[in-house]
């Protein structure tokens, strides 16, 4: 059964109230954060849109150009609601507090995993926006440095044998940890030229760890994998990369 984050990780973040909702945010987040932030609108205007994914719903890559952050961009996302609920509310949740919306959610699960050291994307804050009894939201992440989904990079070249195997140790330790990937699938995976991270936590849990799970876990990126290679036929996927993968995961 899924557990609850523990408290410390809840309580170091920061709230600041705005006139719309709430905003949770990790340290050192400048404290001149505003709602406007999480609005494509905002960064357009200031010409800080360096590039967007298009995926169900378009996510955007920003350069906030503030001396806190570098020359770090950012990833801003909107949570969309998925399958047969998206028919009667494309974005909007039932509040029932601002530690269980899906964004600050996700905002804690990634400052735990980031503070553990694993490969996740820095998180950087999350709006929530209240509207009566419901709630819409938004996250900002850190972009991870010359990174490129798992389609992108074997739909042009393929990953040695070593890679697939450190792509199955990767996935083994988030396992262990008892992290919950609630879509884990190729897209939701990035590569550099030294490691592999995993993206999009959006409802993702610290469980318990149980075969069952992982196994169910597993079989949903092997789903995705087939699901690709059907849409693209020279993508470089064969049943040998998966026992690769699989190899490097029962190794971990």
Request: proline share 5%.
């Given at each position: ?56 719903y378009t996510t ?85 440095e010359g990174a ?53 936590f959006d409802r ?49």
């Open positions: 059964m899924p557990t609850q984050l523990p408290v410390t990780e809840l309580t170091k973040m920061q709230i600041k109230e705005t006139p719309q909702g709430s905003i949770a945010f990790c340290h050192p987040t400048p404290d001149t954060i505003c709602s406007d932030w999480f609005t494509m609108e905002y960064w357009q205007q200031k010409s800080a849109i360096t590039g967007s994914s298009k995926g169900r955007w890559f920003v350069k906030p150009d503030l001396i806190e952050t570098g020359d770090s961009q950012w990833v801003l996302r909107h949570y969309y609601r998925g399958g047969l609920m998206a028919k009667i509310s494309k974005d909007s949740y039932l509040y029932t507090g601002l530690h269980k919306t899906r964004a600050v959610s996700e905002l804690a699960l990634l400052a735990l995993l980031y503070s553990e050291d694993f490969p996740v994307p820095k998180p950087v804050a999350a709006n929530v926006e209240r509207r009566g009894l419901h709630y819409r939201a938004d996250i900002i992440i850190e972009r991870v490129q989904d798992l389609v992108a990079k074997l739909s042009k070249a393929p990953m040695s044998d070593a890679q697939w195997q450190q792509l199955g140790s990767c996935i083994a330790k988030f396992h262990e940890r008892g992290v919950y990937h609630a879509d884990l699938n190729a897209k939701n995976i990035l590569i550099t030229d030294d490691n592999f991270y995993l993206i999009d993702g849990e610290i469980r318990q760890p149980d075969t069952k799970w992982q196994n169910a876990n597993l079989e949903r990126l092997l789903r995705s994998f087939n699901k690709e290679k059907g849409i693209l036929s020279s993508l470089e996927f064969t049943q040998d990369n998966w026992q690769q993968l699989m190899l490097g995961y029962s190794k971990a």
